[in-house]
């Protein structure tokens, strides 16, 4: 079954950073494109990222560009997200999904997710 696993979550102060991964099984990891997307307490799921299969192309949402950059090894089935600089803006829960169709310019499909992991930003 697709699984995917995400981890490195925790609470750090503003201007901190953190370092997510996000381990896939079950499927061909390097032939699809993957996400990351958040979901603040009481809010909508929000997009954060993506990267195309060979991970030579990324796109951010402007909340984030600068701030987070996004990853993968494909040898190895993770995913990451690397975000420095952060703000308590940032507090949500991070899921890693698969992409299954869509665009920039459309948005992303998506047909399987994590669990999720916790970032909190705060003082």
């Known amino acids: 079954e697709v699984q995917l696993v995400e981890s490195g979550g925790g609470m750090v102060q503003p201007g901190g950073s953190l370092r997510l991964s996000c381990a896939a099984s079950?499927?061909?990891?390097?032939?699809?494109?993957m996400t990351w997307v958040r979901q603040a307490p009481g809010k909508g799921p929000e997009w954060v990222s993506t990267i195309n299969f060979g991970g030579g192309v990324t796109y951010y949402a402007d909340s984030v560009k600068g701030r987070f950059t996004i990853s993968r090894d494909n040898a190895k089935n993770t995913l990451y997200l690397q975000m420095n600089s952060l703000k308590p803006e940032d507090t949500a829960l991070y899921y890693c999904?698969?992409?299954?169709?869509?665009?920039?310019?459309?948005?992303?499909?998506?047909?399987?997710w994590g669990r999720g992991t916790q970032v909190t930003v705060s003082s």
């Open positions: 999904a698969r992409v299954s169709g869509g665009s920039y310019y459309r948005g992303f499909e998506y047909d399987f």
């Open positions: 079950g499927f061909t990891f390097s032939a699809y494109g």
